[in-house]
């Protein structure tokens, strides 16, 4: 446990970004102007049923804006509070590896320009990572501090098929270790609530990332979206969204299995809430945060609790 926060029983971002650069760091996400293969009609078309219109980008830039501008307005409201901040560019919209070597070498190379970026956070997925990429990954990893985060969402190739995700888990894995292979730090996202998935079927996905033992993990909630291909699959099947009871028990059960040397980025997902159908308890997510500590200390459990292998 001596990864954690005084006031937390998981390992936090926050806390490791300070473990690891000694100060304040922020990531400001960015619109690189991408689409997906899974949008294109290379692999699938729609996206993702649960993607928005925004392509996952709801929160990122402006892609009418140049890379710097779109920094600087972010950059502007966090240097009223913390001037001394540093910064992660976070190229977080669509699949954000997807485009020629040399395309992505100058929105990259452009980031880490900006004054007090210390690194790159990478948002793509794992069909859209070729050899040629993946050598300039390589390159940046040696120049910069690299994450790429790599959408999982879930271990079972039922649930994948079910969200029009475009490719199977074995595809993942594959990536997966590639990456790996060349020392780039990896976060996984994954997701909880996918239509028709049990509580067992979730923390299934969790022992796999236990066992593979990424750098990072992100844990979103399933959001139903009006501009989302789920919202008409949510309007014929009422498939069962999970009470945030539910949610907060689920994600629990999932820390105790992580190892805690894995940094937990999130617990929940922001969603625009002009567009949100459910769960309408995703809008408190600060009080979701909380209940989550709340229970982890009702059961005297911690990240890592019930790891198959505790270190």
């Known amino acids: 446990?001596?990864?954690?926060?005084?006031?937390?029983?998981?390992?936090?971002?926050?806390?490791?970004?300070?473990?690891?650069?000694?100060?304040?760091?922020?990531?400001?996400?960015?619109?690189?102007?991408?689409?997906?293969?899974?949008?294109?009609?290379?692999?699938?078309?729609?996206?993702?049923?649960?993607?928005?219109?925004?392509?996952?980008?709801?929160?990122?830039?402006?892609?009418?804006?140049?890379?710097?501008?779109?920094?600087?307005?972010?950059?502007?409201?966090?240097?009223?509070?913390?001037?001394?901040?540093?910064?992660?560019?976070y190229f977080q919209a669509n699949t954000n590896t997807y485009a020629t070597v040399e395309r992505l070498e100058k929105l990259y190379s452009e980031a880490l320009a900006i004054d007090n970026v210390i690194g790159l956070s990478i948002s793509t997925r794992p069909d859209a990572i070729s050899d040629d990429v993946l050598d300039l990954l390589a390159d940046l990893?040696?120049?910069?501090?690299?994450?790429?985060?790599?959408?999982?969402?879930?271990?079972?190739?039922?649930?994948?098929?079910?969200?029009?995700?475009?490719?199977?888990?074995?595809?993942?894995?594959?990536?997966?270790?590639?990456?790996?292979?060349?020392?780039?730090?990896?976060?996984?996202?994954?997701?909880?609530?996918?239509?028709?998935?049990?509580?067992?079927?979730?923390?299934?996905?969790?022992?796999?990332?236990s066992e593979i033992e990424p750098q990072g993990v992100k844990i979103h909630m399933l959001h139903v979206l009006k501009d989302s291909p789920l919202a008409d699959f949510y309007e014929k099947n009422k498939f069962h969204i999970l009470t945030r009871n539910e949610y907060v028990d689920i994600v629990c059960d999932q820390l105790e299995i992580l190892r805690d040397n894995i940094v937990i980025h999130r617990i929940t997902g922001d969603a625009d809430f002009s567009q949100l159908i459910e769960p309408q308890w995703i809008k408190k997510k600060f009080c979701v945060m909380n209940e989550i500590d709340k229970e982890l200390k009702r059961r005297n459990t911690y990240q890592g609790f019930n790891a198959c292998d505790k270190r």
């Open 1 to 89: 446990m001596n990864h954690f926060e005084n006031n937390k029983r998981y390992h936090t971002l926050n806390n490791f970004y300070k473990q690891t650069f000694g100060c304040k760091v922020f990531k400001v996400s960015l619109n690189g102007g991408f689409t997906c293969p899974n949008i294109d009609g290379t692999v699938g078309v729609g996206g993702c049923l649960y993607c928005s219109s925004k392509g996952s980008g709801d929160f990122a830039g402006d892609k009418n804006d140049d890379l710097t501008t779109q920094f600087n307005k972010t950059k502007i409201l966090l240097n009223k509070k913390w001037p001394n901040g540093k910064y992660i560019a």
């Open 141 to 209: 990893n040696k120049q910069t501090f690299l994450t790429v985060e790599l959408g999982l969402q879930s271990v079972h190739n039922e649930t994948l098929k079910r969200i029009n995700r475009g490719h199977d888990f074995e595809c993942f894995h594959a990536t997966y270790a590639k990456l790996r292979a060349g020392g780039i730090n990896v976060v996984v996202h994954i997701i909880n609530g996918l239509p028709h998935e049990s509580k067992e079927m979730m923390l299934e996905t969790a022992r796999y990332l």
